[in-house]
């Protein structure tokens, strides 16, 4: 890859789009997840389902980390911000996320609470450093794609003798959601006929923990990159699977994604982190094995351990709809809060505060297009 024009070049994007068209049986209907967010993104921000058959719909997935963190796990935070008085820090999005009690991490911070936004994992550990009188509380939230570079501080806190420096860790893992999502009882579950598989977990895990979506499902996976050239071939090759009745792994993004993955990556998740029994996600529930906590040999850096957290579930806000948006159930536009009460700069829902949600997405690009045009 040498300039990132060659993978949004519309004249290529249209030669796709017209492949799809002519593979694209017109006898049946074709309906693709896209499971990253950043897929969703993309798709709203290029135009992409504008591009495609009418036959063909693609179905935002749960996957904006954001989007699935939990009311509860965001109450820990804001209690040991406000209660413990420690230094907490986070990224930005996370920040934002609704919360109990009209409260959120920015409200929480506009009480008195020091709240910090980071860039990164490493950010934290320098503001530890820099206030060794003050507990420091990294909220680490994210799919594989971030879990390495809390794993790398963590340890790097032990190696150091950091012991003012903590992690409340919310990682969550990509595959056991997706199973999630195609284990959902028949009278409930949205049809699908394959997936957009993410692009950057993939770059960690590889492509092989996709296979048992292959064989135990029978559902094609194409993992994608994130330009348009890239989701436009993906879908190609998702409508040439389900018409040949092939249900496989694909790798559509090869300059990114091996099958193995980065193995020194996962080596070192592995060193700083286990499974947990259960984790519950917004949306989606308890999963059991679907997210990692720390390890007890590193428990003084493991926030729940270091303040004796207890973890209590708190339901979403009954009229929003991020629950059904995240399983695929429901659209943004499905929701009677989307675009009034529910807004970027006023979310109510975790769907709306992530640009990578299926809200937020479809706020800054398409909500224009269900507007009805009145005759003159």
């Given at each position: 890859m040498k300039y990132i024009d060659e993978y949004r070049d519309g004249e290529l994007a249209r030669q796709i789009a017209a492949r799809i068209q002519q593979t694209a049986d017109p006898q049946r209907e074709y309906r693709?997840?896209?499971?990253?967010?950043?897929?969703?993104?993309?798709?709203?921000?290029?135009?992409?389902?504008?591009?495609?058959?009418?036959?063909?719909?693609?179905?935002?997935?749960?996957?904006?980390?954001?989007?699935?963190?939990?009311?509860?796990?965001?109450?820990?935070?804001?209690r040991l911000a406000l209660e413990q008085r420690v230094i907490l820090c986070s990224y930005g999005d996370t920040l934002r996320v609704p919360a109990s009690d009209g409260l959120s991490l920015l409200r929480a911070k506009a009480r008195g609470a020091d709240i910090r936004m980071i860039y990164s994992p490493q950010d934290a550990l320098k503001i530890a450093e820099a206030n060794p009188q003050r507990e420091v509380v990294f909220f680490a939230v994210g799919f594989e794609t971030t879990t390495p570079p809390t794993?790398?501080?963590?340890?790097?806190?032990?190696?150091?003798?950091?012991?003012?420096?903590?992690?409340?860790?919310?990682?969550?893992?990509?595959?056991?959601?997706?199973?999630?999502?195609?284990?959902?009882?028949?009278?409930?579950?949205?049809?699908?006929?394959g997936f957009?598989?993410?692009?950057?977990?993939?770059?960690?895990?590889?492509?092989?923990?996709?296979?048992?979506?292959?064989?135990?499902?029978?559902?094609p996976v194409v993992i994608a990159g994130f330009e348009p050239l890239d989701?436009?071939?993906?879908?190609?090759?998702?409508?040439?699977?389900?018409?040949?009745?092939?249900?496989?792994?694909?790798?559509?993004?090869?300059?990114?994604?091996?099958?193995?993955?980065?193995?020194?990556?996962?080596?070192?998740?592995?060193d700083v982190f286990e499974l947990r029994d259960s984790f519950e996600w917004r949306g989606l529930g308890e999963m059991p094995a679907s997210a990692r906590r720390i390890r007890p040999a590193f428990a003084r850096h493991d926030a729940e351990v270091r303040f004796a957290l207890d973890y209590r579930s708190v339901p979403d806000h009954k009229a929003c709809a991020c629950g059904p948006i995240l399983r695929g159930q429901k659209?943004?536009?499905?929701?009677?809060?989307?675009?009034?009460?529910?807004?970027?700069?006023?979310?109510?829902?975790?769907?709306?505060?992530?640009?990578?949600?299926?809200?937020a997405a479809h706020y800054a690009y398409g909500r224009y297009k269900d507007i009805e045009v009145q005759p003159a």
């Open positions: 693709f997840m896209e499971f990253c967010g950043g897929h969703t993104h993309a798709i709203s921000r290029y135009g992409v389902s504008d591009l495609l058959p009418d036959n063909l719909r693609m179905i935002h997935g749960p996957g904006c980390p954001v989007c699935v963190l939990p009311i509860g796990r965001i109450d820990l935070a804001i794993a790398l501080v963590i340890r790097d806190a032990a190696r150091r003798g950091l012991d003012n420096f903590s992690v409340l860790c919310c990682h969550v893992l990509t595959p056991p959601a997706i199973a999630h999502i195609l284990d959902t009882p028949a009278e409930q579950a949205v049809p699908l006929d957009v598989g993410p692009a950057h977990v993939s770059v960690v895990i590889g492509a092989a923990p996709y296979g048992e979506f292959a064989r135990r499902y029978r559902k989701v436009l071939q993906a879908i190609l090759m998702l409508v040439q699977q389900v018409n040949d009745g092939r249900a496989e792994v694909e790798n559509q993004f090869i300059r990114a994604v091996s099958d193995a993955g980065s193995r020194p990556m996962q080596a070192l998740m592995e659209r943004p536009i499905d929701c009677r809060l989307f675009g009034t009460v529910c807004t970027p700069e006023n979310p109510v829902g975790s769907c709306m505060v992530s640009n990578e949600g299926a809200c």
